[in-house]
């Protein structure tokens, strides 16, 4: 018998098949380059706003259930730690729009049934864990937001977010309480976009694991840290803002947003590893 029958190690028949390329070597970019993205994203919404609005209406309904239901609860002064973690799953919804970009781009038909068809079939691949990994570092951050008020202002209640908010900004304790939980918000934030700027186009367009897609997320942060950076609070600036009039103000800025992070992940993310069988599940979807 052979060794290619034989199963025996380093048989001939394994030697045949292609390694695929290291998809974690990333491109270094620079505030024009996001520029240019945000410009293609703004392109992408105005081009097919019907997407963009039904997915930036889901998140905007999202955040008002969440809010509603802690205030229903009578826990209404958890409602700015609660918006905050909403933030925070921002990545996992905008992946139809990812899909629609990345239509656009190939030329493709836009179809519901195609986009839809795309984001359900997710639920087989790589993109679940990842989801997993967002909602790990919501309860850390919902966790840490409790103990905080534990420590600072102890285990009393509050009748109303506005209680709340006047404990919180005229005693001691309270101002505190504000710092440090926006220090310690303020980091894990900047861990979840490290693991995630362009983990979620990068397991919808690739065929990759999720730990290899958090790999190459942190490593164009770490490449390119002063734009990302950048990025980073013009993320953040831009949902905060958008939260404050009921969260309607998600309908346009998530699916700018969304567009936007698709055409990033394509400038820091070399395109000639791009590999076209990565995404043949996504096509038999649509």
Excluded: C
Excluded at 100 to 106: C, D, G, Q
Excluded at 131 to 158: D, E, P
Excluded at 187 to 204: E, G, K
């Amino acid at each position: 018998m052979s060794s290619t029958e034989s199963g025996a190690p380093g048989k001939p028949a394994e030697a045949a098949i292609a390694r695929r390329p290291d998809p974690t070597r990333v491109n270094a970019i620079t505030f024009n380059e996001i520029v240019d993205a945000l410009g293609a994203g703004m392109r992408d919404f105005r081009t097919a706003p019907l997407y963009g609005v039904f997915f930036g209406a889901v998140y905007a309904a999202g955040g008002i259930l969440v809010v509603g239901t802690a205030a229903w609860l009578g826990m209404s002064y958890l409602s700015y730690p609660l918006a905050v973690a909403f933030w925070m799953i921002g990545p996992f919804i905008a992946v139809g729009l990812y899909e629609v970009s990345r239509r656009l781009e190939a030329g493709k038909p836009l179809t519901w049934p195609g986009v839809l068809g795309v984001i359900w079939e997710q639920r087989r691949r790589e993109i679940t864990w990842m989801a997993f990994v967002v909602l790990f570092v919501q309860i850390m951050w919902m966790y840490q937001v409790r103990l905080l008020l534990a420590l600072f202002l102890g285990f009393q209640s509050f009748a109303s977010f506005t209680e709340f908010l006047e404990v919180v900004v005229t005693t001691p304790e309270g101002l505190m309480f504000l710092a440090v939980g926006n220090i310690v918000g303020a980091a894990i934030s900047i861990i979840l976009f490290s693991l995630t700027v362009v983990s979620f186009p990068m397991l919808l367009d690739r065929d990759v694991d999720f730990i290899t897609a958090m790999i190459t997320s942190v490593r164009s942060v770490v490449t390119s840290p002063a734009p990302m950076v950048g990025w980073a609070l013009i993320v953040t600036v831009t949902l905060l803002v958008s939260m404050l009039p009921m969260f309607l103000g998600l309908i346009v800025a998530l699916p700018i947003l969304g567009h936007t992070t698709w055409h990033l992940y394509r400038k820091v993310v070399p395109e000639a590893e791009v590999q076209p069988e990565a995404s043949s599940s996504s096509e038999a979807a649509s």
